[in-house]
């Protein structure tokens, strides 16, 4: 039986009403918003980008606020794993699959190569004959 995990939502990533409803209000609406950030991204300045939208520049300025930056010095990835393991499944993504479906797959090689090593060790156990990679092991009874 293959691994397969239930997929993220649709609304997964989005803001929470909560975190919304704290935000300042803004004269422009979400697209224009949107439109803000891209326009300064291209190097437009505020002024400009307020002008372009016939808004006061403090409207555009709480627009333009609101952009998430990098942070270089991260010691977390997105898989809220260390950055080495980050690094790994990064590695192991098939151009921009989404993480959930690399992890997925990842997972369902990991527990078809224990049951795979299980059916072997079986021979090899009652031999005396220690498992070649540990990490395949299945997991211990409880």
Not at 64 to 93: F, I, K, Y
């Amino acid at each position: 039986m293959a691994f397969k995990g239930k997929p993220p939502g649709s609304g997964s990533g989005e803001m929470s009403h909560r975190t919304a409803a704290l935000r300042p209000a803004i004269a422009l609406d979400p697209a224009a918003a949107t439109r803000a950030r891209s326009l300064r991204r291209q190097g437009m300045a505020p002024e400009a980008i307020a002008a372009r939208f016939g808004v006061k520049l403090e409207e555009v300025e709480k627009a333009l606020v609101q952009m998430r930056s990098p942070r270089p010095e991260t010691t977390r990835g997105t898989l809220n794993v260390t950055l080495d393991a980050h690094r790994l499944v990064m590695a192991e993504r098939r151009g921009d699959e989404p993480l959930w479906r690399t992890m997925d797959r990842m997972l369902d090689e990991l527990l078809r190569l224990r049951a795979a090593a299980a059916r072997r060790g079986h021979a090899r156990r009652r031999q005396g004959v220690a498992p070649a990679l540990p990490l395949l092991d299945p997991m211990p009874e409880r």
